[in-house]
């Protein structure tokens, strides 16, 4: 448990790990946590998006100093193309967009629980203070 | 008070709904809950105090673009002055200010032990909140 946690009563406490858990087992979160494991643990990945960056630097500093190729240029575009669609990404930034949607579908319901704007509340910025 | 309107949907499913009902429970269970409630009930039945909200609103409206640039004449600057003081020293909108603060710290607190849990944003505010 932690700092935050402890701010809150035991009966918070509790329906928050009962909400987290039934999200985190189920349904679009569910499947963007598997889609997350995947895309952190997969070595291909890894391999590709490091050769990117690794072009991606090396482009910019050739484009600073003059000295960029076209060579160098249809490479990093080639690289993109293949980030854009290599298969865990893909799946990945599909199951993030897909989660995102659903919690904000689930902070609607929470509004109309509760008889408030749960966000407005619950974000640390103000835009009344 | 604001609150987004309501876009139901099948897709939560029965588990996620009884949590999200337990969550709804917990949260409309707490001292700083009813708190709120009691603050804008009480701010809802004191004309004086809204009417002194209207005013101060009004006037800032009227002076926006002067507030803006700082450049609010001696006459209008003393006027505000004297509304902002209607409104903040006002006890029964202190406390719904008050109250409003304290239950958006358990918001946050919330919001947060969620966040950590999920490793992901659980609620993102959209837009403005005042308007």
């Known amino acids: 448990m932690n700092t935050i946690e402890l701010s809150l009563t035991e009966g918070l406490q509790i329906a928050v790990t009962e909400l987290a858990d039934a999200l985190m087992e189920t349904g679009p979160v569910a499947d963007f946590k598997r889609a997350q494991s995947r895309y952190d643990t997969d070595a291909e990945v890894r ?9 991606q630097v090396t482009v910019r500093a050739h484009e600073t100093d003059g000295t960029v190729t076209r060579a160098e240029i249809d490479q990093l575009r080639g690289l993109y193309q293949r980030v ?13 967009r897909l989660s995102t949607h659903y919690l904000e579908q689930v902070v609607y319901e929470l509004n109309d629980l509760i008889g408030l704007d749960f966000a407005s509340f619950g974000t640390t910025a103000s835009c009344c203070s | 008070m604001t609150n987004t309107p309501v876009q139901t949907t099948d897709t939560i499913s029965p588990r996620i709904r ?7 429970v917990a949260l409309t269970e707490t001292d700083e809950f009813h708190r709120f409630e009691q603050a804008g009930e009480a701010l809802q039945r004191d004309t004086s105090a809204r009417q ?22 001696e006459e209008d600057r003393t006027e505000l ?26 918001c946050q607190a919330t919001n947060d032990a969620l966040s950590t849990r999920l490793g992901m944003r659980f609620a993102l505010k959209r837009g403005g909140c005042c308007g």
């Open chain 1, 84 to 96: 854009q669609t290599q298969e865990t990404i893909a799946a990945f930034a599909r199951s993030q």
């Open chain 2, 18 to 24: 009884t949590a999200l009902h337990g969550l709804a």
């Open chain 2, 52 to 73: 002194s909200i209207d005013g101060l609103q009004a006037k800032e409206k009227d002076l926006e673009v002067l507030l803006m640039l700082d450049a609010v004449p």
């Open chain 1, 47 to 55: 391999a590709l998006i490091d050769e990117y960056r690794a072009v």
């Open chain 2, 81 to 106: 002055e004297r509304l902002r003081q209607a409104v903040y020293g006002n006890p029964v909108i202190v406390e719904y200010v008050e109250a409003q603060q304290a239950l958006m710290t358990v």
